[in-house]
């Protein structure tokens, strides 16, 4: 597969869009509330991977790992550019209720409904990072400040909390 | 042993993987992950869990999507070849094609007549100029025949003076008034014909307003024969009036168009049987 999209084979890109877009997707739109926007993100991302393909080397780790931090950093940049702000800044006050509702809520989609026992096993504070860290896109320095808690302790929860996550695959 | 739990244990590794490191950290991780295999092996197994934790959150994009991003990772390619659609969407498509392809056979169709039309048009141009040609030509070449046919004609009338035993030559003598004057008559009494050979015309060539002109002396008088000129490629033979009976034929010079009688000191030559 690395092989082929290396040598920019059609074929290739195709499959890692059906095998990955799920995934990428799933990532990008609880970081991106608004539909179109994610889709946008999506797009981008499969075009960046394209693109930049030949700065991937399997020595550095897994492909997903690649896929899914180009996806994250490319979903927090179009959070914060200052068209997607202003854009938020312009809707309509009515509205505004709903819309921080969904911002603040990654929780209660529909879609996230199966995965709800998985997070479930993790404690708390455990969850709470993990939200803000690959969900909501925030670095763990912004993690610390938002709950008030000391870098080292944000760090050793990240990992308890991924530690538990492979406690629950395996 | 110790300093590679304790390296584990700052967590140091989930952030490398979740792309929250430094540049630094990032080259520093990188470098243990090389020199030990339980950092490679633990790295590993992060990566493993946050993909599956990935894939438990999947969310299947629109399946419009698909076609969309499959297109403009090519159009950012500059690949203008399309993806195939999901296979039910294909064939759906497959209808329209018979379309659009006989709408572009019609349209080569069309361009090919009218090239070939243009072409024929330039090829009668060129055959209509190359007839014209022709027609000239044989023009040229017919009257070409004609005057080879009269000179024929005429030779033929030549030879037979030379031919005819009933001719009889005289060589007419200059007189005392143009003594190297000289002039050859041939003339056939039995068939009345006289004739001279202008090649052996010896006289000055005549001006514009004179010509000269022949006599024969029928019975001691002159009776007119012609005129004839003298010019400087005049070789052939002339046939002149017909005269049944002379004693001699003499050339004078007269205006143009001949005189009822000989001027006789403008005479030239003359000669007797």
Same mark, same amino acid.
């Given at each position: 597969?690395?092989?082929?999209?290396?040598?920019?084979?059609?074929?290739?890109?195709?499959?890692?869009?059906?095998?990955?877009?799920?995934?990428?997707?799933?990532?990008?739109?609880?970081?991106?509330?608004?539909?179109?926007?994610?889709?946008?993100?999506?797009?981008?991302?499969?075009?960046?991977?394209?693109?930049?393909?030949?700065?991937?080397?399997?020595?550095?780790?897994?492909?997903?790992?690649?896929?899914?931090?180009?996806?994250?950093?490319?979903?927090?940049?179009?959070?914060?550019?200052?068209?997607?702000?202003?854009?938020?800044?312009?809707?309509?006050?009515?509205?505004?209720?709903?819309?921080?509702?969904?911002?603040?809520?990654?929780?209660? %989609? !529909? &879609?996230?409904?199966? $995965?709800? =026992? @998985? /997070?479930?096993?993790? %404690? !708390? &504070?455990?969850?709470? $990072?993990? =939200? @803000? /860290?690959?969900?909501?896109?925030?670095?763990?320095?912004?993690?610390?400040?938002?709950?008030?808690?000391?870098?080292?302790?944000?760090?050793?929860?990240?990992?308890?909390?991924?530690?538990?996550?492979?406690?629950?695959?395996? | 042993?110790?300093?590679?739990?304790?390296?584990?244990?700052?967590?140091?590794?989930?952030?490398?993987?979740?792309?929250?490191?430094?540049?630094?950290?990032?080259?520093?991780?990188?470098?243990?992950?090389?020199?030990?295999?339980?950092?490679?092996?633990?790295?590993?197994?992060?990566?493993?869990?946050?993909?599956?934790?990935?894939?438990?959150?999947?969310?299947?994009?629109?399946?419009?999507?698909?076609?969309?991003?499959?297109?403009?990772?090519?159009?950012?390619?500059?690949?203008?070849?399309?993806?195939?659609?999901?296979?039910?969407?294909?064939?759906?498509?497959?209808?329209?094609?018979?379309?659009?392809?006989?709408?572009?056979?019609?349209?080569?169709?069309?361009?090919?007549?009218?090239?070939?039309?243009?072409?024929?048009?330039?090829?009668?141009?060129?055959?209509?100029?190359?007839?014209?040609?022709?027609?000239?030509?044989?023009?040229?070449?017919?009257?070409?025949?004609?005057?080879?046919?009269?000179?024929?004609?005429?030779?033929?009338?030549?030879?037979?003076?030379?031919?005819?035993?009933?001719?009889?030559?005289?060589?007419?003598?200059?007189?005392?008034?143009?003594?190297?004057?000289?002039?050859?008559?041939?003339?056939?009494?039995?068939?009345?014909?006289?004739?001279?050979?202008?090649?052996?015309?010896?006289?000055?060539?005549?001006?514009?307003?004179?010509?000269?002109?022949?006599?024969?002396?029928?019975?001691?008088?002159?009776?007119?024969?012609?005129?004839?000129?003298?010019?400087?490629?005049?070789?052939?033979?002339?046939?002149?009036?017909?005269?049944?009976?002379?004693?001699?034929?003499?050339?004078?010079?007269?205006?143009?168009?001949?005189?009822?009688?000989?001027?006789?000191?403008?005479?030239?030559?003359?000669?007797?049987?």
């Amino acid at each position: 597969m690395v092989l082929a999209l290396r040598n920019r084979e059609k074929i290739a890109i195709e499959a890692l869009y059906d095998m990955y877009s799920s995934s990428l997707y799933g990532v990008i739109s609880r970081i991106i509330i608004d539909t179109t926007t994610s889709e946008d993100v999506l797009q981008e991302t499969f075009v960046k991977i394209w693109h930049s393909f030949s700065s991937y080397s399997t020595e550095k780790g897994r492909l997903f790992t690649w896929m899914i931090n180009i996806a994250r950093n490319l979903a927090i940049d179009k959070l914060r550019s200052k068209d997607f702000k202003n854009q938020n800044k312009n809707q309509e006050l009515e509205n505004n209720v709903t819309s921080i509702d969904e911002q603040r809520n990654t929780i209660y %989609k !529909p &879609e996230l409904l199966g $995965i709800k =026992d @998985l /997070v479930e096993t993790l %404690k !708390p &504070e455990q969850k709470s $990072i993990l =939200d @803000l /860290v690959y969900f909501k896109g925030y670095t763990h320095v912004e993690a610390a400040e938002e709950l008030g808690i000391p870098l080292g302790t944000i760090k050793t929860r990240l990992r308890m909390a991924i530690q538990q996550l492979r406690k629950h695959f395996n | 042993m110790e300093d590679i739990k304790a390296y584990m244990e700052t967590g140091i590794l989930e952030l490398y993987v979740l792309g929250d490191v430094s540049p630094q950290e990032k080259l520093q991780v990188e470098e243990m992950a090389a020199k030990h295999p339980l950092i490679k092996a633990e790295l590993e197994e992060i990566e493993l869990s946050m993909e599956l934790f990935a894939q438990e959150n999947a969310i299947e994009p629109a399946e419009a999507l698909r076609d969309r991003v499959l297109n403009s990772v090519l159009t950012n390619f500059n690949d203008d070849s399309t993806f195939s659609a999901v296979a039910d969407k294909t064939e759906a498509n497959v209808v329209s094609l018979p379309a659009a392809k006989s709408n572009s056979f019609y349209k080569y169709a069309f361009a090919a007549c009218l090239a070939l039309l243009l072409a024929s048009g330039a090829a009668l141009i060129s055959l209509y100029g190359k007839l014209q040609d022709s027609y000239s030509q044989i023009a040229t070449l017919q009257t070409n025949n004609q005057h080879f046919a009269n000179q024929v004609n005429f030779k033929e009338g030549e030879l037979q003076v030379l031919r005819d035993t009933s001719f009889k030559f005289l060589k007419l003598q200059g007189t005392a008034h143009a003594p190297d004057a000289g002039l050859t008559v041939a003339w056939s009494p039995a068939r009345k014909k006289v004739w001279i050979d202008l090649r052996s015309l010896k006289m000055p060539a005549n001006d514009s307003t004179h010509q000269y002109q022949l006599w024969a002396l029928v019975s001691g008088k002159p009776v007119d024969l012609g005129v004839f000129d003298k010019t400087a490629d005049s070789a052939d033979m002339k046939e002149m009036k017909s005269t049944a009976s002379a004693d001699a034929f003499a050339v004078t010079l007269e205006p143009k168009g001949g005189s009822v009688s000989p001027t006789m000191d403008q005479m030239m030559v003359i000669g007797k049987f």
